[in-house]
């Protein structure tokens, strides 16, 4: 660490010079694709501030599904490109622990970047050797204007203040008592959004997102509030938890999103681009549209809202306060509920309440 000329290095910053070293620019002749592997166990174990890292030769050979010589070489290959220095050397000398017959002193490396990486992306480099930093990257390329032209001069800077600049008392000798004038209220004029949700429907959406997050598997790491909005549009057409959760499903997503409700707005963004839900192009065929495609069903899914509004009344927060009261005796009805229509008994009865009933049905029929 102390005789390298390689400047130290992040671990992120530092994986991607080696996948640069090894790649791009093929330094090595050696090197490959075993060798980014053993980078990439020595990066996930690095200290984040430091960049050092224990050597754990058994482990690393473990993890990566080398051999032990295979590791040393690699490792070896990494040290001959300037991206790892020796912090300390390991021995076998016994560090005498408590409670361990021996244990030896372990190799810890730092991860350095070299210099040729930082000529070759045009870093800007501050001091020598393991404590050089970088202090100036290339900027984006300025665009030419009519001012850049040779024969034309420039427009002026504009002013930061938007305001006409207007001379004050003082600047005009005289000095007036500011403490007996009346301030001016001031006025925003915020144009009105008709798109905007009122906290009913705003909670209905979060609502209908916490019955779609546990149905969809990669939509579990994200919140509710961040769900629902991302899944109004499916809700504005109509569709209900059920419907959303088989209309995501329908993606067969075989990885899990790092943002997904970011990636549900990406991709019904871009599927209304291509081809809005309820105009399906006329030369796709019937059964290549999803569920929410078919104008067909979009139909029955008006005409059974329109059903429901009318076969039952609107449920109020009385009717909840009610059942949630004297339901604890009618616990084989809540049970009932819940086994024909789980999501109407959790917003009539309560997960506490649905939860009880659920336990004592399954106790009283496991009875002999």
């Not at 051999?67 to 000398?93: F, I, N, Q, Y």
């Not at 905007?196 to 609502?207: E, F, K, N, S, Y």
């Not at 997960?351 to 659920?358: F, H, S």
Request: net charge positive; charged share 25%.
């Amino acid at each position: 660490m102390s005789a390298t000329s390689a400047r130290h290095a992040q671990p992120r910053a530092w994986l991607r010079a080696v996948e640069w070293l090894v790649v791009e620019a093929g330094l090595h002749p050696k090197a490959g694709e075993a060798t980014l592997c053993v980078a990439r166990d020595l990066a996930g174990r690095m200290d984040y501030v430091a960049g050092t890292v224990l050597y754990d030769l058994d482990g690393t050979a473990a993890r990566c599904g080398l051999s032990r010589a295979t590791v040393k070489r690699h490792v070896g290959h990494l040290r001959e490109l300037g991206a790892l220095v020796w912090v300390r050397h390991g021995s076998r000398r016994n560090l005498r622990l408590p409670g361990r017959p021996y244990a030896g002193t372990a190799t810890i490396y730092a991860a350095t970047i070299p210099y040729v990486y930082d000529r070759a992306h045009g870093h800007r480099i501050e001091g020598q050797g393991f404590a050089a930093r970088v202090v100036g990257v290339p900027g984006p390329v300025r665009n030419t204007s009519v001012a850049d032209e040779p024969g034309r001069r420039g427009r002026e800077p504009q002013s930061l203040d938007a305001r006409p600049r207007t001379r004050t008392a003082e600047e005009e000798g005289r000095f007036t008592d500011t403490s007996r004038t009346r301030a001016r209220p001031r006025t925003t004029s915020r144009p009105a959004n008709p798109t905007r949700r009122g906290p009913l429907q705003v909670a209905t959406d979060i609502r209908i997102a916490a019955h779609v997050r546990p149905c969809v598997p990669w939509t579990q790491s994200e919140g509710l509030r961040r769900l629902a909005y991302a899944l109004r549009p499916l809700i504005d057409q109509g569709l209900d938890a059920h419907d959303i959760a088989a209309e995501l499903t329908s993606w067969w997503l075989t990885w899990r999103p790092a943002q997904p409700a970011a990636y549900i707005t990406a991709q019904l963004r871009t599927r209304t681009a291509a081809a809005p839900y309820d105009t399906p192009p006329a030369d796709a065929h019937p059964h290549t549209a999803g569920p929410t495609g078919n104008p067909a069903w979009q139909a029955w899914l008006r005409q059974r809202a329109a059903a429901t509004e009318l076969r039952e009344p609107q449920r109020t927060d009385d009717d909840r306060r009610h059942a949630r009261l004297y339901g604890w005796d009618q616990w084989a009805e809540v049970a009932d509920h819940y086994t024909t229509d789980t999501d109407d008994a959790l917003d009539l009865y309560g997960a506490r309440l649905c939860d009880y009933a659920v336990k004592r049905a399954s106790n009283r029929r496991e009875r002999p």
